[in-house]
């Protein structure tokens, strides 16, 4: 069974950094794109980076500068790297990754709580 478990979430005062892991586990023969969401309350889930297994990247507007996404191809994982946090940051940041089993699948994490406080 494919999955993928995040860890890194947590409490941190506005202005302060957070690191978010994420590892796809099970029989994977290829990943594509893999990226983190976020979803605050009350609102939709919403872009916050991409990147392809060239490193291609891509951010949302609101991050860019503070935010930076990295991937190991050899370890099937992805990090985002968040400083600068400010309030409006916080949310539930949810894993992503398109990848091959038997067939092309989005699969997403179970999701981690960022909390930023002013």
């Known amino acids: 069974q494919v999955q993928l478990v995040e860890s890194g979430g947590g409490l941190v005062q506005a202005g302060g950094s957070l690191r978010l892991s994420c590892a796809a586990s099970g029989t994977i023969f290829s990943i594509n794109t893999m990226g983190w969401y976020r979803q605050a309350p009350g609102k939709q889930r919403e872009l916050v980076a991409v990147?392809?297994?060239?490193?291609?990247?891509n951010y949302a507007d609101s991050v860019k500068g503070r935010f930076t996404i990295s991937r190991d191809n050899n370890k099937n994982t992805v990090t985002l790297q968040m400083n600068s946090l400010k309030p409006e940051d916080t949310a539930v940041y949810y894993c992503n990754a398109h990848l091959f089993v038997r067939q092309w699948l989005e699969v997403w994490g179970q999701g981690t709580l960022v909390t930023v406080s002013s």
């Open positions: 990147i392809t297994p060239g490193g291609s990247t």
